[in-house]
T-cell receptor, first 115, second 117 residues
Framework: DQQVKQNSPSLSVQEGRISILNCDYTNSMFDYFLWYKKYPAEGPTFLISISSIKDKNEDGRFTVFLNKSAKHLSLHIVPSQPGDSAVYFCAASVNSGGSNYKLTFGKGTLLTVNP | EAGVTQFPSHSVIEKGQTVTLRCDPISGHDNLYWYRRVMGKEIKFLLHFVKESKQDESGMPNNRFLAERTGGTYSTLKVQPAELEDSGVYFC???????????????FGPGTRLTVL
């Protein structure tokens, strides 16, 4: 049973426009969420994270929004650049009261930014 | 500062053989994680070390998989004997450790692509 779902396998946007990648989760114990970017033949690279006490976190062109009641988060990239083309993974973990922060990943969304 | 390194980058073996994957975490990182991505599926957790101790090995598929982290530095993941379904990309990640706030970031290595024929 998949606890983290990325329902769009792929997304294509024009350079300069906004890219919105979505992620849903089912485990209400998750309280820390991350986005990773992955290029072919490389490992996932950390992009941005958000804890459950916030509903928004921003870092340059990247903003993550968290809607706890809907168990939904999204990653906004604006403006999108061709170098952003990669697979984006949503991941979640349970942090409160424990010491094991294993990540549960979605299947990923392939973002293609067209020049 | 060197990132997480993994060796080999690619391994092709026959069913029934043994393979050992190695991960060198970022220097000073106490936490080391192993993950696996089977083709077409999500990246899945295998196990977690804190220094040399196994904190959680709930994701290990079966007893054909053995992970070690001698001296709390590098880690090895041995598959013996390998089966066809073990094919996939094995990622290692490391993090500094819990510092009293939210969990710190896990940094991933490039992965080892294992193909079992």
């Amino acid at each position: 049973d998949q606890q983290v779902k990325q329902n769009s396998p792929s997304l294509s946007v024009q350079e300069g426009r906004i890219s919105i990648l979505n992620c849903d989760y089912t485990n209400s114990m998750f309280d820390y969420f991350l986005w990773y970017k992955k290029y072919p033949a490389e490992g996932p690279t950390f992009l941005i994270s958000i804890s459950s006490i916030k509903d928004k976190n921003e870092d340059g062109r990247f903003t993550v929004f968290l809607n706890k009641s809907a168990k939904h988060l999204s990653l906004h990239i604006v403006p999108s650049q061709p170098g952003d083309s990669a697979v984006y993974f949503c991941a979640a973990s349970v942090n409160s009261g424990g010491s094991n922060y294993k990540l549960t990943f979605g299947k990923g969304t392939l973002l293609t930014v067209n020049p | 500062e060197a990132g997480v390194t993994q060796f080999p980058s690619h391994s092709v073996i026959e069913k029934g053989q043994t393979v050992t994957l190695r991960c060198d975490p970022i220097s000073g990182h106490d936490n080391l994680y192993w993950y696996r991505r089977v083709m077409g599926k999500e990246i899945k957790f295998l196990l977690h070390f804190v220094k040399e101790s196994k904190q959680d090995e709930s994701g290990m598929p079966n007893n054909r998989f053995l992970a070690e982290r001698t001296g709390g530095t590098y880690s090895t993941l041995k598959v013996q004997p390998a089966e066809l379904e073990d094919s996939g990309v094995y990622f290692c990640a490391s993090s500094q450790g819990f510092t009293g706030g939210w969990a710190d970031t896990q940094y991933f290595g490039p992965g080892t692509r294992l193909t079992v024929l």
